[in-house]
């Protein structure tokens, strides 16, 4: 008889799982984190088509699809890079053998491309300022980062840095999730944005805000557009217009934006009479109350306030000196008794209604028949406890 062959010990047998798990593993350290910039809009390199866009973690470019004749599936071959991750679902696959990869080392990666903050943390961002750290092992803290200036959208930065930085607008663009919601694509793009600035676990410290900028050109009918300046205010009264009406906000049917910026304003006018018969009163623009006074109240997110004219001529002494002037002062005009004269009228103007948040929009800029003037005046105003119970009427 022949002698029966040793059974070969179980134990030293690597199980089918350890098999698949260490095949699948197999080129996650070609992954180069700092080649990943998340912050572009998700197009093809190739094709610029945004279906079925998967970013190369070697060299971070985006590809279209994984099938045999994707370019992803060529470039895999080509450059000899085989980890991609889906920009939509965050699943990463290996190529060309088209095989799924679920690792715990690439959450940081699908973290940074999708960042999202419980609400227990959104309720700790104003309490815990904490430092963290990119990739580089630099210092940054969340929410108080860069944003990128691409070409000429400062003036686009400078909102949404400031609606990133206010509790109410914060916290509902962070927690709420539009995508599910099919909300247009400028609110999903805000949100990602606002998500990123406050992101604790970033891979730099700046953000670049490039996909917000390319839908803000397409909603806007490429009025406000990345290569070319604008003014701030007309962007921001734009902008705020355009989300209340994405997020579903009517005349009679608020949003979170009118909510915390709509204010009501009071103003009343009186006609002047013919200029031959131009009365003492109006001379010394008063009001009279033997005459009509129009009353409307309208509604505003931001007060305009004149600053005072800048003297034209001024000596040596005074060329280096800047003027300056208190925010109260310029804040009169909305006092109820300070009477303007505009478009052949006399104008009073009283706040019916405060907003949660009041915008201030300081006009700064005339133009004349050659060019746009800036008035350099300085306003001097409270960081704390701005007093408007002059302006409120009510």
Known sequence: MEPEAKRPRLENQPSKKGEEKTSTDLYLDTINRHMLDFDFEKVCSVSLSQINVYACLVCGKY????????????????????????????????????????????????????????????????????????????????????????????YVNVIIQSLAHIPPIRDYFI???????????????????????????????????????????????????????????????????????????????????????????QVESQDFGPSHETTEKEALLLFDDDKEIKTVRSPFLFLALDLPLAPLYQDEKERDIVPQVPLTTILAKFDGKKVQESANQMKRYSITQLPEYLIFHIKRFNKNSWTHEKNPTIVNFPIKNVDMSNCKSI
Request: aromatic share 10%; glycine share 6%.
């Open 175 to 265: 927690l709420e999730d539009f995508e599910k919601k099919g909300s247009s694509q400028l609110v999903c793009r805000l949100s990602a944005l606002i998500r990123k600035i406050w992101n604790p676990k970033a891979f730099k410290g700046q953000v670049s805000p490039h996909e917000l900028l390319q839908e803000i050109s397409n909603a806007s009918n490429k009025r406000f557009k990345l290569t070319e300046q604008s003014n701030a205010i007309d962007f921001l009264s734009w902008f705020l217009n355009t989300l209340h009406r994405d997020l579903g906000g009517k005349k009679k049917k608020s949003s979170v934006i009118y909510k915390q910026f709509q204010g009501e304003v």
């Open 63 to 154: 590809y279209q699809g994984r099938g045999k004749s994707s370019h992803a599936y060529f470039h895999s071959i080509d450059k000899d890079h085989h980890v991609f991750i889906n920009l939509s679902t965050l699943k990463v696959y290996v190529l060309p053998d088209g095989y799924e990869v679920d690792s715990p080392s690439l959450n940081d990666i699908k973290y940074v491309l999708n960042p999202r903050l419980t609400p227990e943390q959104v309720k700790e961002l104003d309490k815990n300022l904490k430092t963290s750290y990119d990739l580089n092992n630099k210092k940054y803290l969340p929410g108080f980062v860069g944003l990128n200036n691409v070409k000429a959208n400062d």
